[in-house]
């Protein structure tokens, strides 16, 4: 009637048999195989073709692609445990506390702080956190200078001008670009100092798991309470954004 199609074995337990409950059932057990399956039919046409193509036999390629599927699964799994670490590690920061701190306040789609006093910046540029096992020691220490460094300067606002992200894998031992920003919004959130960033190309390389929309999209997340990111600006670019700065009589100082 509303020009979809519908069939499978579920349909025919639901509709035809009237059993609902069999067809949700089917449903729900069939999930786990579905995976299995199509993975199986994958690495299977993969191997007729490199057979066809190169004479190669099809327990080779199938060996070499158990291989490489056991190995980044395993890479996966130890990334996976050391973000839980750092993520552990970056919660024994504190707060920093800024002796007359400003509010930054929504207006028109841009944010704005007020004040008659000097503003004070601190630009962070090429973070390159690489959120693998490879970089864990160097990612380490770029969390301790930030850190310190906030600590030291208590800035009114931080502002990094690009490539947070480093997921080079063999430098950072990880494609997944996004545990580096998780670290880095975790981290900012722990210092309780207003902060917001732009891209540079290492935060969505071609072969990184999310690109530029993905990434913009992490960082524009209500739960961020100290984040000014917007990714609906009115400059060009994704996530490029106006903070404006104005004094008591209501003129932007910078």
């Not at 048999?17 to 199509?38: E, M």
Request: aromatic share 10%.
């Amino acid at each position: 009637e509303d020009g979809s199609v519908g069939g499978g074995a579920m349909y025919y337990l639901a509709k035809g048999l009237k059993q609902k409950w069999l067809g949700i059932l089917f449903s729900v057990l069939v999930i786990p195989f579905a995976f299995v399956i199509s993975a199986v039919v994958d690495t299977n046409t993969i191997a007729l073709a490199v057979e066809n193509e190169f004479a190669i036999p099809t327990w080779i390629t199938g060996i070499v692609l158990a291989s490489l599927l056991l190995v980044f699964g395993l890479f996966a799994a130890i990334n996976q445990i050391g973000e839980k670490q750092m993520n552990a590690y970056i919660d024994t920061f504190s707060a920093v506390e800024v002796e007359d701190a400003l509010t930054p306040v929504l207006e028109d789609g841009e944010y704005f702080f007020t004040t008659d006093r000097d503003f004070k910046v601190m630009q962070l540029t090429d973070v390159h956190l690489g959120g693998g096992f490879l970089s864990r020691n160097e990612d380490k220490m770029t969390i301790n200078a930030i850190a310190a460094m906030v600590q030291e300067e208590k800035p009114d606002l931080i502002i990094v001008t690009g490539d947070t992200s480093f997921a080079v894998p063999y430098i950072s031992g990880t494609i997944n670009n996004a545990i580096a920003h998780r670290m880095f919004m975790r981290l900012m959130e722990r210092l309780e100092i207003s902060w917001t960033v732009v891209f540079g190309n290492h935060d969505s390389e071609s072969y990184n798991y999310y690109n530029r929309v993905a990434v913009s999209k992490m960082y524009d997340d209500e739960s961020l309470e100290h984040c000014l990111f917007l990714p609906d600006g009115d400059l060009s670019g994704e996530g490029n954004h106006v903070i404006n700065v104005k004094n008591s009589l209501g003129l932007i100082t910078e």
